[in-house]
């Protein structure tokens, strides 16, 4: 089945300062990628995903990049926030199973 | 967007007793809903689909005896922690597709938080 690793599982940045998140995933015929941000008990947010036709996309602050040769795909955070402070998870699906297999989370800590 | 809605939002009992979760989807029909399994400080880790109408598929490792899931209607999933231990505290989240045909974007309830004492 579907592996995806996440890295780094910490990420501390000074405010205004670029945060990457990146992950890899194993399976070939993954082709939906989506970024989620969960705060501390709350459910995950999605903030960004990607399909597999499209090499980047971008949301104002946000953008995510996919590699599909290299089976990679990665989160840009740019201008970083305090209030972006928070754990993203990365995920990847296939097809129209909507089963998503999460990564295991980066905890994003953005100084003031 | 789709609202997925479940409840409780935390429950505490003994050990030993059952406990069910509910997860609905609120303004959409949902013929597949996603139960997840989430510990302090961990990912979402995927315990089973259900299928309504028919049985859930579980995912590897996780015990259908334990973990019994009924989807008896379009809108309503409920996940049952049987014989509830101390291990299975943890947060309990669902989720379901949105009606968008094929986004691949899952909607999430709020969770449901177990601690078994």
């Known amino acids: 089945g579907e592996n995806v690793e996440q890295h780094p599982s910490t990420l501390s940045v000074q405010e205004g300062d670029s945060a990457v998140i990146k992950c890899t995933y194993s399976d070939s015929a993954s082709n939906y990628f989506p970024w989620y941000k969960q705060e501390l008990g709350k459910r995950p947010q999605l903030i960004i995903d990607?399909?597999?036709?499209?090499g980047e996309k971008k949301d104002q602050r946000i953008a995510v990049t996919l590699n599909k040769t290299a089976k990679h795909f990665s989160l840009h955070i740019t201008e970083t926030q305090p209030e972006d402070s928070a754990v993203y998870f990365c995920a990847a699906s296939k097809g129209s199973s909507y089963k998503l297999i999460f990564g295991s989370g980066t905890r994003l800590l953005v100084r003031p | 967007g789709a609202v997925v809605s479940q409840h409780p939002s935390w429950v505490i009992c003994k050990s030993g007793t059952s406990v069910k979760i509910e997860c609905r989807s609120l303004?959409?029909?949902?013929?597949?809903m996603f139960w997840y399994r989430q510990f302090p400080k961990q990912s979402l880790m995927l315990m089973a689909t259900s299928n309504e109408g028919s049985k859930a598929t579980y995912e590897q490792g996780v015990e259908k005896d334990k973990f019994l899931i009924n989807h008896a209607s379009l809108t309503l999933s409920t996940l049952t922690v049987t014989s509830a231990h101390p291990e299975d505290s943890s947060f309990y989240i669902c989720s379901a597709p949105g009606q968008a045909a094929n986004t691949g974007e899952l909607f999430f309830g709020e969770g449901s938080r177990l601690t078994v004492l």
């Open positions: 303004d959409f029909q949902a013929t597949t």
């Open positions: 990607i399909r597999s036709n499209v």
